[in-house]
Nanobody
Framework: QVQLVESGGGLVQAGGSLRLSCAAS????????MGWFRQAPGKEREFVGA????????YYTDSVKGRFTISRDNAKITIYLQMNSLKPEDTAVYYC????????????????WGQGTQVTVSS
């Protein structure tokens, strides 16, 4: 069973930074691509970014490129989403996700999800 546990959400002012963490089981971490989606109130869930199981490839949606960075820590079997220059429109529940496949053409059909963590950016 794939279990993903997010942490690190919170309230931050526009222009600030937050780092989200997602811990997984060892089997998941070393066999699955992992990444993040987000869902703002009244909107559909959208892909944010992902990293391949090897860490050799990263993928981002256009709206976060240059501001968000996904990384892996193999020793801690955890991935991170470093979010800089945050904007009010980044406010959403952020979900960690995992899947054997990697994003294609900017889309990712992840099969496994965490419980979500709230990120609120005030203006």
């Amino acid at each position: 069973q794939v279990q993903l546990v997010e942490s690190g959400g919170g309230l931050v002012q526009a222009g600030g930074s937050l780092r989200l963490s997602c811990a997984a089981s060892r089997r998941t971490f070393f066999n699955y691509a992992m990444g993040w989606f987000r869902q703002a109130p009244g909107k559909e869930r959208e892909f944010v970014g992902a990293i391949s199981w090897s860490g050799g490839s990263t993928y981002y949606t256009d709206s976060v490129k240059g501001r968000f960075t996904i990384s892996r820590d193999n020793a801690k079997i955890t991935i991170y989403l470093q979010m800089n220059s945050l904007k009010p429109e980044d406010t959403a529940v952020y979900y960690c996700a995992a899947d054997p496949g990697t994003p294609v053409g900017g889309a990712w059909a992840a099969d496994y999800w965490g419980q979500g963590t709230q990120v609120t950016v005030s203006s």
